[in-house]
């Protein structure tokens, strides 16, 4: 016979397509901060961790997914950002082009994520 969760855990569990988003956005993003430098590597890590251990622990896999997604947007935001100003007039149109890329994946992992929240609350 096989456990079943119970109805509260269920609830509290992110949809496998925003978890699986908040991978692919956290694993893209460590790949191109290797580009941009050392630190930024390790920026998308709570977001990973955070997405892969919700199933597993709700209340604190939330937590680190919420935590790491604003933590990686302000990273992504002032770097990104900064890179796209940076180099808009010279020939680093690939720099440019990432750094775009990039800021359009976390906003959409972020509204993901935002409107994820909201169906849990509201449940």
Same mark, same amino acid.
């Given at each position: ?24 956005? /956290? $694993? ?16 998308? &890590?709570? =977001? +990973? *961790? ?30 990104? /950002? $900064? ?16 750094? &775009?890329? =990039? +800021? *359009? ?19």
């Amino acid at each position: 016979m096989a456990l079943e969760k119970s109805e509260p855990s269920k609830k509290q569990i992110v949809s496998e397509k925003t978890r699986w988003l908040a991978v692919a956005t /956290g $694993f893209l993003t460590a790949v191109a901060g290797t580009f941009a430098g050392g630190l930024f590597l390790v920026m998308p &890590i709570p =977001l +990973i *961790l955070g997405a892969v251990i919700q199933p597993r622990f709700p209340r604190v896999g939330r937590g680190l997914i919420c935590a790491g997604a604003l933590w990686l947007t302000f990273w992504v935001f002032d770097i990104g /950002g $900064f890179m796209v100003l940076e180099h808009r007039s010279t020939n680093h149109l690939g720099v440019v082009a990432l750094s &775009i890329v =990039l +800021i *359009l994946l976390v906003v959409l992992c972020d509204v993901a994520i935002l409107i994820e929240e909201l169906k849990l609350r509201r449940a």
